[in-house]
């Protein structure tokens, strides 16, 4: 099983008819070996991610949770932005608050988040929140392989009780995505600024 990996500090909450919700920045994860795969649609700048009929079983790491890998096929795509629009669905006494989802890239670098936070109740809800601004908030990620993982887990460990949690019909995750810029393109702006401020040194 992973450790628990280290959440960034930084917590923002959003309200105004949305599901209120804290995202926070995760790192070091290692990713699970065998992810079901499945894929994004939607344009290139901003993809969705179906995570209908999927369920929560564990605490984050554990070898039982389901963990989706999307295949974009490009390695110089920046996640930039985040939102999301679910009904889930809880059993066996476990309230909604519980059900957390983590969004990270090859390397375990991410951001985490609870859709359901403050339902304190066990059974069905639906949750839609904002945008988030991942790249103002200062938790935007490259995924770096070309990969981005989904992993749904619980806040609290196992008990004796089995503990459940499933996503309904059209539960959709919204990725904004920026491709990074070419390597290189920053190198002649750069070029240029220092040209002009010799040419202002020597007037």
């Known amino acids: 099983m992973r450790a628990v990996p280290a959440a960034c500090v930084l917590a923002i909450a959003l309200s105004s008819g949305a599901a209120s919700a ?23 700048s901003q993809s969705v991610l179906d ?5 929560h079983f564990d605490v984050l790491g ?11 096929g490009r390695d110089d795509l920046q996640v930039t932005g985040l939102s999301w ?13 519980d059900l957390q989802i983590a969004i990270y890239n090859a390397d375990g670098d991410g951001v985490m988040f609870h859709p ?19 790249d103002a908030m ?17 806040t609290r460990p196992l008990t004796m009780t089995p ?5 309904e019909d059209g539960s959709l995750i919204t990725l904004e995505l920026t491709p990074l810029p070419a390597p290189g393109v920053l190198a002649p702006i750069g070029g240029v600024t220092l040209l002009a401020s010799r040419r202002r040194r020597r007037a």
């Open 62 to 72: 554990s070898t039982r949770n389901q963990v989706l890998r999307a295949g974009l």
């Open 51 to 55: 995570i209908s009929g999927r369920s």
């Open 85 to 97: 629009d679910l009904t889930g669905t809880t059993l066996a006494g476990v309230p909604l608050s």
């Open 163 to 167: 503990r459940e949690g499933i996503y």
């Open 138 to 154: 200062g938790l935007d990620f490259a995924l770096g392989d070309g990969d981005v993982y989904v992993e749904l887990f619980f």
């Open 22 to 44: 804290d995202v926070l920045g995760i790192s070091g994860l290692t990713v699970n070996p065998d992810p079901s795969v499945t894929s994004l649609d939607g344009p290139l």
């Open 116 to 134: 359901f936070v403050g339902m304190d109740f066990v059974g069905s809800a639906h949750a839609a929140s904002g945008f988030y601004d991942l």
